[in-house]
């Protein structure tokens, strides 16, 4: 099991939740990003620089993931690719991506990006909180106590 991150929009605080995560239960934890990403000295930690085109970090995670892995991301497209795949896919704010859900996340996702498109102003995500920060550490212990061998 390894932990991979779709790095670049990825908030500082959570980034340091998942290195102490790594720390904790000798897991690889891998950033992924179009950019050098500043991680601590550790042997649980890496990252890996990519291209900066379009898709290249999740594109470089799907075909680097294996079933059982967990994928922290807010790119629908990536979380859906790899649910596909075998993984978990939580996005920072805390939340599960599952079969179940992934496909409304899609629909949803594409529904306002044809309103974007057609010049409808639409608001952008709240301010990441300390409620996200500790929604995202309780479902990712959650999850690691069930799927931790």
């Not at 990003?33 to 620089?49: D, G, L, M, Y």
């Not at 291209?51 to 470089?60: I, K, T, V």
């Not at 807010?74 to 978990?88: E, F, H, M, N």
């Not at 409620?131 to 106590?145: E, H, P, W, Y």
Request: charged share 25%; proline share 4%; with cysteine.
């Amino acid at each position: 099991m390894k932990l991979w991150v779709d790095a670049d929009a990825c908030p500082n605080v959570i980034k340091q939740i998942l290195f102490r995560v790594a720390e904790r239960i000798e897991k690889k934890c891998i950033l992924v990003a179009n950019q050098a990403i500043s991680i601590p000295a550790s042997k649980w930690i890496e990252r890996r620089v990519v291209s900066s085109g379009f898709d290249e970090a999740d594109n470089y995670i799907v075909e680097n993931l294996t079933p059982g892995d967990f994928v922290i991301t807010a790119d629908i497209p990536l979380a859906s690719d790899a649910i596909t795949k075998g993984a978990l896919a939580i996005n920072p704010r805390g939340e599960l991506y599952t079969q179940e859900n992934i496909k409304q996340r899609l629909a949803m996702r594409d529904f306002m990006e044809q309103m974007r498109a057609s010049g409808v102003q639409t608001e952008g995500p709240t301010s990441f909180s300390q409620q996200d920060r500790m929604s995202f550490a309780n479902t990712l212990d959650r999850l690691l106590a069930k799927h931790i061998t």
